[in-house]
């Protein structure tokens, strides 16, 4: 219990980190290069000096807790933390562009993408005004240290 609290409070900082009027209107967008340590937490086919600046934005805040390095960790608890960090990243963009999806089917795709980034922005409002992390969210995070829990 004590990891997914520490895991979801690594979310809350992440959503809370990821720049506010600076989103860009994509979770494509802006591509650039991450900080090395944050290689391991890229999921997929993402190659390192192309990562999208939401995606950099979130792992920074989520891995780094809003430090410039990884907090002192076990190898094994920072390998777990960047793997739940990043399955964490693509569960939820997935969560808000089918969130997206569902609100307005007949949209185009550019437009669902504005909205799915959109949903992101007002969860990361709705923490910074001291609310709480939607239940969808947390079931997203829960989820993800379970599938990579060594």
């Not at 004590?2 to 690594?10: D, E």
């Not at 650039?32 to 979130?58: C, H, M, T, Y």
């Not at 693509?90 to 569902?102: C, G, K, N, S």
């Not at 993408?113 to 007002?122: G, I, K, N, P, Q």
Request: charged share 25%.
């Amino acid at each position: 219990m004590r990891r997914i609290v520490a895991v979801l409070a690594a979310t809350v900082m992440a959503l809370t980190a990821c720049g506010g009027d600076g989103l860009p209107q994509s979770f494509d967008a802006d591509p650039g290069e991450i900080d090395v340590v944050l290689v391991p937490a890229l999921v997929g086919s993402v190659e390192p000096d192309v990562v999208p600046k939401v995606q950099r934005d979130f792992l920074e805040g989520c891995v780094l807790g809003g430090g410039d390095e990884i907090p002192q960790r076990s190898t094994v608890q920072q390998q777990g933390l960047l793997a739940v960090c990043g399955c964490s990243y693509l569960h939820l963009v997935d969560l808000f562009r089918a969130e997206a999806r569902t609100a307005s089917p007949t949209k185009r795709p550019d437009a669902l993408e504005r909205d799915a980034v959109a949903l992101f922005r007002d969860v990361e409002d709705a923490l910074r005004d001291g609310g709480e992390l939607p239940a969808a969210v947390t079931e997203a995070v829960a989820g993800c240290i379970e599938s990579t829990a060594f």
